[in-house]
């Protein structure tokens, strides 16, 4: 059985005036855990992380793996999303992960990963670790940020980097830039396969933000801090989800973790 690790962090988006400052922290934080656990890591970081290197390393995570295999990826950086142009999406929106290059167009939707996870092998262990406005299904905007080390939102509205054509619009021709509570999750959540036992831990539900935070003078994601602080504690994945949602959400980051996959899969060894 080999363990492989692909890790994500992007701070650095040209174009769109929305850089971050915890994801490559994020990225190498978790990299640093998942090699002391025996996983062989692969980093992507800021000009790295473009859409076809996502894409290339993904692929070659799972389509490289067999039977036993354990793979982790964890993605820290910012979400957005687009109108529907396949019709399989309820709400008429595919969610995406904005690779460095988002401001030329280039997003990672969630058909992608849906299509990229069901490459893998039968028996191959896929956990998805994001921490970002994943699914860009937020009902509020941030407050102002008053400092660099206030926290902010991972979340792209689409007008940054879609052309004014393009834009989600709601049934009256209305720009979309944000979603209504209570939108369905992903529906690449529909590759986390029952016989492959996957599972997504994500920084915040589809109508909130994952927050760009600091944490006595380092940034970090809110999510990925206290995912860490609290992985010592933690046996199974459903252990480590509850020891986290003691600290979120909170006052400081009103966003709430979630966790898919099935029950087999939620009593699964954390990192192993």
């Not at 025996?38 to 290197?53: C, E, R």
């Not at 990672?108 to 092998?121: C, K």
Request: proline share 7%; with cysteine.
């Amino acid at each position: 059985m080999s363990k492989k690790a692909l890790c994500i962090g992007i701070n650095d988006y040209p174009g769109t005036r929305s850089d971050l400052t915890g994801c490559v922290n994020d990225a190498n934080d978790w990299a640093a855990i998942l090699e002391a656990r025996q996983f062989k890591v692969h980093k992507l970081l800021d000009n790295k992380a473009t859409k076809a290197n996502m894409v290339a390393a993904i692929r070659e995570q799972i389509g490289g793996s067999q039977s036993r295999d354990s793979i982790v990826i964890t993605y820290s950086g910012h979400g957005t999303f687009v109108p529907d142009t396949s019709g399989d999406e309820p709400d008429g929106r595919d969610e995406g992960l904005c690779p460095y290059d988002i401001g030329e167009g280039q997003v990672l939707l969630d058909d992608d990963i849906h299509a990229l996870f069901a490459e893998r092998a039968k028996g191959v262990r896929v956990v998805l670790i994001s921490d970002s406005c994943h699914s860009g299904s937020v009902i509020r905007w941030a407050p102002p940020v008053a400092d660099s080390n206030a926290p902010r939102p991972r979340f792209l509205p689409p007008s940054v980097w879609l052309p004014q054509d393009q834009l989600p619009r709601s049934g009256s021709g209305e720009v979309m830039s944000r979603m209504a509570r209570g939108m369905r999750p992903p529906t690449w959540l529909g590759s986390l396969s029952l016989a492959g036992g996957d599972l997504l831990l994500s920084g915040c539900q589809d109508h909130e933000y994952s927050y760009d935070a600091n944490f006595g003078g380092r940034p970090n994601g809110a999510f990925t801090y206290y995912a860490l602080k609290t992985l010592s504690t933690a046996a199974t994945y459903t252990d480590w989800y509850k020891a986290i949602r003691d600290y979120l959400p909170g006052a400081s980051y009103p966003q709430t973790p979630q966790i898919f996959g099935n029950k087999r899969a939620k009593q699964f060894k954390v990192l192993d």
